[in-house]
């Protein structure tokens, strides 16, 4: 079976930091995703990719890049961390935009 | 626009008794919404439970079902008789054609008390 791994599992920064999240999914999926989860706010969407190199924004883009070098691949940079922030980010990945995506277990970003 | 709205948390209910989690969506610009239901158990990563695909069709896995209600833009999740084990948080979702990706909603806290 498919795996969907997500590093680190938990991440620490400082205000102002450049911080960056990797996922890797070795379904062999085309599309892949990035969600923020918030308490009480559900998942929102933030970056998602079609295919390699294709990166297309989400609702939550602004203060984030992302980066889909490889189809197996699709990293998240914090472009700057916001003091006290803290949020789990879920990588996803489907065959097709329109099914449901497996997620992976998230990486929990706490900033200090 | 395309929207997800479910019960608020947190719901608790006792073993043995039923439980329902509302959910209603706006699908503006999805020409074909699909229906998911995902759930995240403590200390595991998010799933899908169950979805629907065909409007007036119903989905079902662990006892829980939920049918696609294109008349009332609904998607409850209903279980007749909940245990220990189901104590988790609950995720509907929207997508289909037209969409970017799936959009869920906020989520519901449920606790099963023995």
């Known amino acids: 079976g498919g795996i969907i791994t997500q590093t680190p599992k938990f991440l620490i920064g400082q205000e102002g930091q450049k911080l960056t999240l990797k996922c890797q999914q070795n379904f062999n999926h085309d599309t892949m995703y990035w969600y923020r989860q918030d308490s009480g706010k559900g998942l929102r969407l933030i970056y998602y990719?079609?295919?390699?190199?294709?990166?297309q924004k989400g609702d939550l883009s602004e203060g984030y890049d992302a980066s889909r070098e490889k189809k197996s691949s699709f990293s998240l940079t914090v472009t700057s961390a916001q003091k006290n922030e803290m949020a789990v980010f879920l990588c996803?990945?489907?065959?097709?935009?329109?099914?449901?995506?497996?997620f992976g277990e998230g990486t929990r970003l706490s900033v200090l | 626009g395309d929207s997800v709205t479910q019960t608020e948390g947190p719901v608790t209910v006792s073993e043995s008794e039923s439980l329902i989690i509302n959910c209603t969506y706006s699908?503006?610009?999805?020409?074909?919404?699909?229906l998911f239901w995902y759930v995240r158990y403590p200390g595991e990563g998010l799933q899908l439970l169950l979805k629907v695909i065909t409007a007036g069709q119903k989905g079902s896995s662990r006892g829980f079902e939920a049918t696609y209600n294109k008349e009332t833009t609904s998607f409850h999740l209903q279980k007749a008789s909940v245990q220990e084990s189901d104590s988790a948080v609950y995720y509907c979702?929207?997508?289909?054609?037209?969409?970017?990706?799936?959009?869920f909603g906020t989520g519901t806290t449920v606790s099963v008390s023995p």
């Open positions: 699908a503006t610009s999805i020409a074909y919404p699909n």
């Open positions: 996803a990945s489907s065959r097709r935009r329109d099914e449901a995506p497996l």
């Open positions: 979702a929207l997508g289909g054609q037209g969409g970017r990706a799936l959009i």
């Open positions: 990719s079609i295919t390699e190199n294709d990166l």
